[in-house]
């Protein structure tokens, strides 16, 4: 998978090489959505030599999970993710 090249089929084993966990991306996208997605795309466009480098890497830890996990930690730290639970009063 590279830019300029055509999507492979949303499910499979190919996922893997760029870091994500399962045959199906969208689960490890879950609680982040397409923030997530905008944040990854945005890095490996940016920092395409970088982007590779973490890929090559990737036997360290999964590239995409990582990189979804920071998305979320960050959002929470700024108190902006609007995902964590909610108390509701009855």
């Not at 995409?64 to 920071?70: E, Y």
Request: net charge negative.
């Amino acid at each position: 998978v590279s830019f300029g090249c055509p999507l492979p089929e949303r499910k499979g084993k190919h996922w893997s090489s760029l870091g994500f966990q399962g045959k199906d991306p969208a689960t490890d996208f879950r609680g982040m959505g397409v923030f997530a997605l905008d944040n990854l795309l945005y890095f490996a466009q940016t920092y395409p030599v970088i982007y590779k480098e973490m890929l090559d890497a990737r036997a360290e830890y999964p590239f995409s999970c990582a990189g979804i996990n920071l998305c979320h930690m960050l959002l929470d730290l700024c108190g902006l993710n609007t995902a964590a639970v909610v108390q509701v009063d009855r």
